[in-house]
């Protein structure tokens, strides 16, 4: 890697050029591309870790509560408790299985069965649910403090930058005055 010019006149800019989101600093399409790769990389290594540490902080018992929640909640529990819920009023309604019936009309069993799906299912998906808060808590308290450390650079750059520009605004002022010295020296 070579060394690098941070500061670009503006006659200097090549045209594939463009300014940085908010700021006056030019970069280029593959510096962009750099930023943008580097920034993925980090985000993603945060979130590697918190879920190695959210795995590694859960039992089974809740892993499984997840597991449950996430099955209950999609398209293929709908999918085959419809079919099932098909099935058995189908099963107990039809003339050709009259004499394997189980559940008569008006399905006492399967009300029963449908209570317990709900009695358990219910505080299984509010564990989950807890559970998710709770880490969704830890990561907004993750990304205060990125956010904080990060306002926190920004103020300490500032105050760089204005020590800088008060230290440019004197060696300007004395240019000012050597180049007026000079002038009234030349002058007879």
């Given amino acids: ?4 010019n941070f500061y670009v006149k503006p006659q200097d800019r090549l045209e594939d050029t463009s300014t940085f989101e908010g700021f006056d600093i030019p970069i280029n399409e593959g ?11 980090y985000e993603s290594q945060i979130m590697m870790h918190l879920d190695e540490a959210y795995v590694n902080a859960t039992k089974w018992p809740d892993r499984l509560a997840d597991r449950i929640a996430s099955f209950g909640g999609s398209w293929a529990f709908i999918l085959i408790f419809a079919g099932v819920l098909a099935l058995w009023v189908l099963w107990n309604t039809l003339w050709l299985t009259h004499s394997l019936r189980f559940d008569r009309p008006p399905f006492i069993l399967l009300n029963l069965c449908l209570s317990f799906i709900a009695a358990f299912q219910a505080p299984i998906i509010m564990m989950s649910q807890n559970r998710q808060a709770a880490r969704d808590k830890h990561e907004s308290l993750i990304d205060f403090a990125i956010n904080y450390k990060a306002e926190q650079e920004i103020d300490d750059m500032q105050s760089h930058l204005h020590r800088i520009e008060g230290k440019l605004y004197k060696i300007e002022q004395l240019l000012v005055f050597l180049d007026e010295r000079r002038n009234e020296r030349q002058q007879p």
Avoid at 1 to 4: A, N
């Fill in 31 to 41: 510096d962009a591309k750099r930023i943008d790769r580097l920034v993925d990389n």
């Fill in 1 to 4: 890697m070579g060394k690098r």
